[in-house]
């Protein structure tokens, strides 16, 4: 089995600064891609940023320039710094991985997600 477990959110006021953490753990062979997504009350969960094993990077449009995704491979854990926040980046933020439980055998995992709260 695999978990993934994030960490970090919380209230922050508007303009403020926020890093979630995300730790996978269970029966990994390999990490392929990794991502940030988020789900906002009444909403459709939405990509906000993802990285591949080699760490190439994409971004959300809403969060270009404010957030940066980032890895450490050899700790299995994926990071999202996001700064300048705004009250309308309130959501629950769930990572997302896709895991090769052994070679050649790969399945998506999400965490349960932390809840991200902007507000003065």
């Known amino acids: 089995q695999v978990q993934l477990v994030e960490s970090g959110g919380g209230l922050v006021q508007p303009g403020g600064s926020l890093r979630l953490s995300c730790t996978a753990s269970?029966?990994?062979?390999?990490?392929?891609?990794m991502g940030w997504f988020r789900q906002a009350p009444g909403k459709e969960r939405e990509l906000v940023a993802g990285?591949?094993?080699?760490?190439?990077?994409n971004y959300a449009d809403s969060v270009k320039g404010r957030c940066s995704i980032s890895r450490a491979n050899a700790k299995n854990m994926l990071y999202l710094q996001m700064n300048s926040l705004k009250p309308e980046d309130t959501a629950v933020y769930y990572c997302?991985?896709?895991?090769?439980?052994?070679?050649?055998?790969?399945?998506?995992?999400w965490g349960k997600g932390t809840l991200v709260t902007v507000s003065s």
């Open positions: 997302y991985a896709g895991i090769d439980n052994r070679p050649g055998y790969a399945m998506d995992y």
């Open positions: 269970g029966s990994i062979f390999s990490i392929n891609a």
């Open positions: 990285i591949t094993r080699g760490g190439t990077t």
